[in-house]
């Protein structure tokens, strides 16, 4: 800052404008154009010392090393409301602050300034006589006399009132911003439940367990699963994934899982149920925007002979369930040759049935499990169906719960690496409690 | 982790060549979706889509691959993937697009088993 003399202090008063000289040259030239004009003109140029230093644009004040007030320009008295008098040799600078500001000013502004000599642009408040308050800049400078050894604090200050006001806005603004996107996230939350079943049905001898893990709480994803009673001593479930993030798959996530529902009280053969789907989604999406998803449909009849519960399940397109049997025998329950759901008019649906007896645990899931990025091995940096396959074997014998529990802790050690919503549907048929005691 | 995705584009005596690089997923799906509408291709001729150097590929990368074969069949061409990477095969074989798209080792192996269609 020019604070090293008067003139200089005039000149940086002038020019903060938008440049001295040319504002000059522009009046001089064109508005001035009497002789008396161009007088006044002059003189206020020439005699301008003392006046820019009492009427500059900015408050000026020179103190002693204590802080005691020994000049002060009209200026500053103006805004603050004072008498000379009033100020002169009486009060200190720091007097003239806030009680914040006077602590601040005490921690920091007057020990940087003693080490520093100079300290620029820091914001304070002060307080007029009338007890308002105005924000303000404020540089000081120590000044030294001939043997170096310092004499005075000149200080200038900036009204920052406007700047106050934008930073005002600013916040504003930003808390605004915030509201909003806590808007969205509720909205996305939201959303996200009613294409969940808010509890999945009881079925007597079945233990049944959900998780659906969220990727980002700002888009609602497209996985999606339910299980629910058909006909007399049926059961329907189903879990899939719609293709892409956000409200379009959240539309076709709800048009499937109320097709598929309302398919299966039609006919509740699993490859019907998924050809009715495709049919609907089909015809609803194609071209260049095709919509589509992978899905596993199942029925579930209990085994009245044997205990347990037979299952036929359907697949279009979607990763294989996992089978872990009550001796631990643990695979994937392929179904080659499923195709997605809603791209193809002809899909072909692939279909397997099997028993599961007491003990047996079934679990289905969704990519963003397999497709989470883990610590690179040998370069392959997704968690992949081999490790899931290998985890479900060291889980084997299980039930439901714990397995969605298991995987739960797998998906929290992964953190951000589940780049993708992921969904787990398991169920388990409970020994009978005369078998749990062998 | 991620691999940044590359497209180029080239044209064939049998049609259009994309060649794909990187991971094809719900950021860079919509590039390659971009780059559809002005291929050059005409009725008759195959669209090839050389996966060689992809990474990984997710629904979002199926989808654009499905967009592209639309746009092929929209325009009365063909198309078919070359150079398909195993972890990419795998997912076709689990979604069934295997059997959707005629699959070539090479993006020349794919020129040259075209065979121009009348029209």
Avoid at chain 1, 161 to 170: G, I, N, P, S
Avoid at chain 1, 221 to 247: I, S
Avoid at chain 1, 265 to 290: F, I, Q, S
Avoid at chain 1, 291 to 318: E, K, M, Q
Wanted: charged share 20%.
């Amino acid at each position: 800052m020019g604070t090293s003399g008067d003139e200089e202090n005039g000149v940086a008063g002038l020019g903060r404008p938008g440049g001295t000289g040319q504002v000059a040259g522009g009046w001089g030239n064109g508005d001035l154009g009497s002789s008396d004009d161009r007088a006044q003109f002059s003189a206020l140029l020439e005699d301008s010392v003392e006046d820019l230093y009492e009427h500059a644009p900015c408050g000026y004040l020179s103190t002693l090393l204590d802080g005691r007030i020994a000049k002060v320009n009209t200026t500053l008295l103006d805004w603050l409301g004072y008498e000379r008098d009033d100020l002169l040799g009486r009060r200190h600078f720091s007097d003239l602050l806030t009680v914040g500001g006077r602590l601040y000013h005490e921690t920091h502004f007057a020990p940087l300034l003693g080490m520093q000599g100079e300290v620029s642009g820091i914001a304070l408040e002060l307080k007029a006589a009338d007890g308002s308050r105005l924000p303000v800049l404020v540089t000081s400078t120590v000044r030294t006399g001939r043997d170096g050894r310092p004499l005075l604090i000149r200080t200038t200050l900036f009204d920052a009132r406007d700047r106050r006001a934008y930073e005002t806005e600013l916040l504003r603004a930003r808390k605004e911003a915030e509201r909003e996107r806590e808007r969205l996230q509720r909205l996305a939350a939201t959303l996200q439940k009613t294409l969940l079943p808010p509890t999945l049905a009881n079925v007597p001898g079945l233990d049944v367990s959900a998780y659906y893990h969220i990727a980002s709480v700002d888009e609602v994803g497209g996985d999606f699963y339910d299980l629910f009673p058909l006909a007399e001593g049926t059961w329907g479930l189903f879990l899939g994934d719609v293709c892409g993030k956000g409200a379009a798959a959240a539309a076709v996530t709800s048009l499937t899982r109320y097709t598929l529902r309302a398919a299966a009280v039609y006919n509740p053969d699993p490859d019907a149920v998924l050809r009715n789907l495709n049919t609907v989604l089909n015809h609803e999406y194609n071209g260049a925007d095709p919509r589509f998803c992978t899905v596993i449909f199942g029925l579930l009849t209990p085994d009245p002979d044997r205990g347990g519960f037979h299952i036929t399940l359907a697949s279009g397109g979607h990763p294989p369930a996992l089978l872990m049997r009550a001796d631990g025998t643990t695979d994937y329950l392929p179904t080659p040759g499923g195709q997605l759901i809603g791209v193809l008019a002809d899909a072909h649906i692939a279909t397997t049935a099997v028993r599961l007896a007491p003990g047996d645990t079934l679990l289905l899931h969704t990519d963003g499990l397999t497709e989470a990025h883990v610590n690179a091995v040998d370069g392959v940096d997704r968690y992949g169906d081999d490790a899931l396959l290998d985890f479900a074997r060291t889980l084997a014998p299980t039930t439901a719960s714990a397995t969605v529990d298991a995987i739960r802790d797998l998906l929290d050690t992964f953190g951000s690496g589940v780049d993708d919503d992921t969904a787990v549907l398991a169920i388990h048929v409970p020994r009978p409690p005369s078998e749990e005691l062998q | 982790m991620t691999q940044r995705l590359t497209l180029r584009t080239r044209t064939a005596p049998a049609g259009a060549v994309i060649e794909l690089a990187g991971d094809l997923d719900h950021h860079s799906a919509p590039e390659v979706r971009a780059a559809l509408p002005g291929l050059d291709l005409r009725p008759g001729q195959q669209l090839v889509l050389d996966l060689g150097d992809v990474t990984f590929c997710d629904s979002s990368g199926i989808t654009v691959l499905i967009a592209a074969r639309n746009h092929a069949l929209t325009a009365g061409a063909g198309i078919a993937l070359a150079a398909v990477p195993d972890p990419v095969s795998r997912i076709f074989r689990i979604c069934g697009l295997d059997q959707v798209f005629p699959v070539h080792p090479t993006a020349l192996a794919a020129e040259t088993a075209w065979r121009p269609t009348a029209g």
